[in-house]
T-cell receptor, first 116, second 112 residues
Framework: EAQVTQNPRYLITVTGKKLTVTCSQN?????MSWYRQDPGLGLRQIYY???????DKGDVPEGYKVSRKEKRNFPLILESPSPNQTSLYFC???????????????FGPGTRLTVL | QKEVEQNSGPLSVPEGAIASLNCTYS??????FFWYRQYSGKSPELIMS????GDKEDGRFTAQLNKASQYVSLLIRDSQPSDSATYLC????????????FGSGTQLTVLP
C-alpha cells in the first residue's frame, strides 16, 4: 500500500529534550516536506527536500532541523524543543513538479506534539 | 499580505444544499490550484485540482478558477453530513520550489 508513515503519532515531552519525528514514504517520491498546523494558521511549511541531500527552509524553519540521507526518509529534528513548538505536524511527499505539472502531495497521519 | 486567503467560517449548510467555498491568492503567476479536505484530527486529502480558467467537475464537486480575479472556488452539490470537514485551498506560486502554499481553511458543517 502506497503510504507516508510518521512516528510517533503522539508525543509529550519537556522543554529542551531533543526529539526526532520520523517520516517515511514508499512511493519513490523525490519531494518531501514537513508542515506544522496550528489553529487559525493553516498548514505552514517548515522544511522541504527536492531529493537526497537537498533540503531547504520553508516558511517557519526556526528551531527545526532535517536531513535527507535516503530517498524514502525525511526525519524532523527538534534539538531543543520549546512550548511554542507544540503543534500538529504533517509530513508529505510527491513527485517533483514539471512545468504546469500535477503534484498531488500525499500526507502522513500526523504527529501531535506537546512540549511542556 | 497573506498569499492564500480563505474565509475561516464556520460555514453551515443544510443537507442537500450547495456549499460554496472561496479562496483568493496574491501571486498572479500561480498556475496550479488544489482543494484538500481535512477531517478533524486527520491528514489532508486531495479532492480537486484545477489549472485553467473555468469549471472542472468531479461528481458532486466543482472547482472554479478565475485567474484574472485571482479567485478559486469549490462548490459541493447535494451536501451530505459526511462532507463536514475543513477545506484547504492550496496554490503553487510562480517560480516556487516550495510547491504548495495553503490557506488557513474553511470549516464546513452540513446539518442533517
Amino acid at each position: 500500500e502506497a503510504q507516508v508513515t510518521q512516528n510517533p503519532r503522539y508525543l509529550i515531552t519537556v522543554t529542551g529534550k531533543k526529539l526526532t519525528v520520523t517520516c517515511s514514504q514508499n512511493m519513490n517520491h523525490e519531494y518531501m516536506s514537513w508542515y506544522r498546523q496550528d489553529p487559525g494558521l493553516g498548514l505552514r511549511q517548515i522544511y522541504y527536500s527536492m531529493n537526497v541531500e537537498v533540503t531547504d527552509k520553508g516558511d517557519v524553519p526556526e528551531g527545526y532541523k532535517v536531513s535527507r540521507k535516503e530517498k524514502r526518509n525525511f526525519p524532523l529534528i527538534l534539538e531543543s524543543p520549546s512550548p511554542n513548538q507544540t503543534s500538529l505536524y504533517f509530513c508529505a511527499s510527491s513527485f517533483l513538479v514539471g512545468a504546469g505539472g500535477y503534484n498531488e502531495q500525499f500526507f502522513g497521519p500526523g504527529t501531535r506534539l506537546t512540549v511542556l | 499580505q497573506k498569499e492564500v486567503e480563505q474565509n475561516s467560517g464556520p460555514l453551515s449548510v443544510p443537507e442537500g444544499a450547495i456549499a460554496s467555498l472561496n479562496c483568493t491568492y496574491s501571486d498572479r503567476g500561480s498556475q496550479s490550484f488544489f482543494w484538500y479536505r481535512q477531517y478533524s484530527g486527520k491528514s489532508p486529502e486531495l479532492i480537486m485540482s484545477i489549472y485553467s480558467n473555468g469549471d472542472k467537475e468531479d461528481g458532486r464537486f466543482t472547482a472554479q478558477l478565475n485567474k484574472a480575479s485571482q479567485y478559486v472556488s469549490l462548490l459541493i452539490r447535494d451536501s451530505q453530513p459526511s462532507d463536514s470537514a475543513t477545506y484547504l485551498c492550496a496554490v503553487v506560486p510562480s517560480g516556487s520550489a516550495r510547491q504548495l502554499t495553503f490557506g488557513s481553511g474553511t470549516q464546513l458543517t452540513v446539518l442533517p
